[in-house]
């Protein structure tokens, strides 16, 4: 740039490879075979990162799949005849090796159909990468390019940030399945992740939210035996990675999903996935059995409703607590009894509670835990450990914090629960997909009871 020092070769090697490392994580969920015998005929390995025992010939899709999940300096040790080790010290070269039909569109910006938009500064540095990758074309030369609605959010910040767009439909590893997605789920987490509360866990964007999915299998992966094409399925991929939920295709592991409960619609089934599985994870870690006590603080919410009636059908004596509005919700669900927190104050008037199920994160909930017992505080979880820990210790109780993760198995014990009429997602706003900015303000209102699911034109 114009009075500015000439960057060194490794710091263009540096800037270049983190800027590329998306697309290169990108390449690692595509049929590698089909991507080396396009874009790479003649790739060998000259140093392969090996904390696996990689080889040092990449022969295969794991190798391969496995060398591109390694650390984006590694990317180094990929040399192509007649180039520089990789990444070039001239970007430039790369794209006439590695995209020759990429169209030089105005100053240092080329465009490439499949892979998207490389901009260059006067240094050689690659300055914007913007990915709009179409993985089908990549496993076979008669493939369809094939496009899909999704809310897509350009950078963190408040719900103005999701607008819906047209990418492409993402790609099918081995062990996945492609669902065409007939509602979405939405939870506190989206809003918070969309927000950047925690920023830490994620790449740079753009990024698609949402993680609660039903829908109908189209493809599965060759090494995918659990479902077939046309089965009805639901659950909460990759948590807490993306996966991509606001969206009308999601591609999901296999291990992550079950079969929808055949009692409900897809927007029912939409609002079970992430709810309860935290509820029954933390029910279970807590060892939750029958005759004991259980306090679900926030009972009317997404997860509280669903802790209510798990707890309930455990055996457990679950004492709600909500807004006074919200009793003759939490008594039909189960509850045994309904405490109203904005004119009781609940840590003075309940005891002897067993287990504490907390969706809101109210501390001083620990004073009704009995000693032995079992604080789950839900909100927050993720967070670890803070002043609530020493106080519980004084007290031994034991503070559960527990991070909800995808398990296809459970989700099948939860289908036949709500196929035998013994649990039920209350959803209270149905909207469409585009509508996604207005489901996130409701969620950030908090206060609210059940769920909101995004709708999709096949579900309308």
């Known amino acids: 740039m114009p009075g500015s020092a000439m960057p060194t070769d490794e710091q263009i090697r540096t800037r270049n490879t983190a800027t590329l490392t998306t697309y290169f994580r990108l390449l690692a969920s595509l049929d590698i075979d089909a991507w080396i015998r396009l874009w790479s005929p003649d790739c060998e390995v000259v140093a392969p990162y090996t904390p696996g025992g990689i080889p040092a010939v990449i022969n295969g899709r794991e190798q391969l799949h496995s060398f591109y999940a390694a650390e984006a300096a590694k990317y180094t040790q990929l040399r192509y005849p007649d180039t520089e080790i990789w990444p070039l010290q001239d970007p430039r070269r790369a794209i006439a090796r590695w995209f020759p039909d990429a169209e030089l569109i105005q100053g240092g910006t080329y465009r490439n159909e499949n892979v998207g938009f490389f901009e260059f500064n006067d240094d050689g540095l690659i300055s914007r990468f913007v990915e709009y990758f179409n993985p089908l074309a990549l496993q076979s030369d008669e493939a369809p390019r094939r496009t899909m609605r999704a809310v897509v959010a350009s950078r963190y910040g408040g719900p103005e940030v ?197 969706t809101v994160g109210v501390d001083s909930l620990l004073q009704t835990v009995r000693r032995g017992g079992v604080i789950a505080p839900v909100s927050g979880a993720a967070q670890g450990a803070n002043t609530l820990e020493a106080a519980a210790q004084l007290l031994g109780v034991q503070v559960l914090r527990h991070v909800v993760h995808p398990e296809g198995e459970m989700l099948d014990h939860i289908a036949k629960l709500v196929d035998h009429g013994l649990l039920a997602a209350e959803v209270t706003r149905r909207l469409p997909l585009e509508q996604a900015d207005a489901a996130h303000r409701q969620l950030e209102g908090g206060h609210m009871r059940g769920k909101i699911v995004l709708t999709h034109r096949s579900e309308a």
């Open 162 to 358: 999701l607008e819906i767009a047209e990418v492409p439909v993402p790609a099918v590893a081995a062990d996945e399945v492609l669902v065409h997605v007939r509602a979405s789920g939405t939870n506190p987490v989206d809003w918070e992740c969309r927000a950047g509360h925690v920023a830490a866990w994620f790449d740079d964007g753009p990024y698609i939210w949402g993680w609660d999915i039903s829908g109908i299998v189209e493809t599965v992966g060759a090494d995918v035996t659990r479902f077939s094409p046309g089965d009805e399925v639901y659950g909460m991929p990759r948590f807490p990675s993306l996966a991509r939920g606001y969206a009308e295709y999601v591609s999901a592991p296999a291990q992550d999903l079950a079969l929808k409960p055949r009692q409900v619609d897809h927007v029912s089934a939409a609002a079970l996935p992430l709810c309860a599985l935290t509820a029954w994870q933390v029910l279970e870690h807590a060892q939750v059995g029958k005759g004991q006590r259980v306090l679900v603080n926030g009972a009317a919410g997404g997860v509280g409703h669903i802790a209510v009636q798990l707890a309930k059908a455990r055996g457990a004596y679950v004492v709600a607590v909500a807004r006074e509005a919200n009793h003759e919700f939490v008594r039909r669900l189960g509850a045994d009894e309904a405490v109203d927190y904005t004119t009781t104050s609940v840590a003075e008037n309940v005891s002897d509670i067993d287990v504490v199920v907390d």
